[in-house]
Every structure is written in C-alpha cells, then in structure tokens.
Nanobody
C-alpha cells in the first residue's frame, strides 16, 4: 500500500505561481511513477503531468506545457508541480498519483494510476 499526501494549494492571482508538493510513503519511492491530475469545478478529472521512475522523463497535457514543471526528489520521497503563469482555467482540485507498474510518464495518462491522494485545491482569481 502507498500513502499519498498533497500540499501547497491555495488562492493565487492570474499570472502568479504556486508549487504543489506530494509525499508518497509505504514502499520504495524510486520505484514509483508519479503524476498530477486535476478536476475543475463541474468537470471530469484530467491528466496534468507525470514523471517516470529512474530516468525522470516527463510528460504534460498540452495546455500546461511550458507553464508547469513536474520534478521529483527521491531522497525526500517527494514529487513537485511548479505552476507558473497561472490562468483562471487552472482552478481545480489537484491530485497526486503513484503507480508501480507504469514504465513511462505517458502511461500515467493512458491508464489511471493505482494510488491517489485526497487532493489540494488551487484557485486562480482573474
């Protein structure tokens, strides 16, 4: 079992920045592919970004490419999502996810990951 906990959400003005953090525990963090998803108000959950284990390759949804950066620190069992140039449309609950079986970052967008956090709210005021 993997326990996933997000932090760092909040209220920010459009154009601002925010960094989300996610700690995963319970099993070897370096064996996990990690990802971020979000659920805007009244909409379905959607993929945001992912980072693979070992080679740290990244993959993003088109609308955040160039604005968001996912990274990981295996020594701290933590994955980050640095968000810049935030837009009102980025307002959502953000969820961190982890998976042992996925060997690529893109795979986190194809098949839902196995382990999920409870989410952290990001609100961007326009």
């Amino acid at each position: 079992q993997v326990h996933v906990v997000e932090s760092g959400g909040g209220l920010v003005q459009a154009g601002g920045s925010l960094r989300l953090s996610c700690v995963a525990s319970g099993r070897t963090f370096s064996d996990l592919a990690m990802g971020w998803f979000r659920q805007p108000p009244g909409k379905e959950r959607e993929f945001v970004a992912a980072i693979s284990r070992q080679d740290f390759r990244t993959y993003y949804r088109d609308s955040v490419e160039g604005r968001f950066t996912i990274s990981r620190d295996d020594a701290k069992n933590t994955v980050y999502l640095q968000m810049t140039a935030l837009e009102h449309e980025d307002t959502a609950g953000y969820f961190c996810a982890a998976d042992y079986s996925k060997t690529t970052a893109k795979a986190m967008d194809v098949i839902p990951p196995e382990y999920w956090g409870r989410g952290t709210q990001v609100t961007v005021s326009s």
